[in-house]
Nanobody
């Protein structure tokens, strides 16, 4: 059994910063790609950023230069530092990890954390 637990969401003014964290716990053998996705009301879930086990990163064009994804392999965590936040960044943010357990590989999702950017 594997669970992802997110933290760090909240309300912030435009131009402000927030840091999201997501920790995986359970019977984990290895973690490949880690990532963040978001879903605004009325919209489909969309890609934000990913990071591979080797540290290669990929970002959506809308967040490049403002968001930074990082990972701590020893702690099975992924972080998302969000700077220069805009109202259009408002959404529920979900972490995602591709995890190997002793029996198989599976895709896991966090429960979501609300980020609201508003004055």
């Amino acid at each position: 059994q594997v669970q992802l637990v997110e933290s760090g969401g909240g309300l912030v003014q435009p131009g402000g910063s927030l840091r999201l964290s997501c920790a995986a716990a359970g019977s984990i053998y290895s973690i490949d790609i880690m990532g963040w996705y978001r879903q605004a009301p009325g919209n489909q879930r969309e890609f934000v950023a990913t990071i591979t086990g080797g540290g290669s990163t990929n970002y959506a064009d809308s967040v490049k230069g403002r968001f930074t994804i990082s990972r701590d392999n020893a702690k099975n965590t992924v972080n998302l530092q969000m700077n220069s936040l805009k109202p259009e960044d408002t959404a529920v943010y979900y972490c995602n990890m591709y995890i190997a357990t002793p029996s198989t590989w599976n895709d896991y999702w966090g429960q979501g954390t609300q980020v609201t950017v508003s004055s």
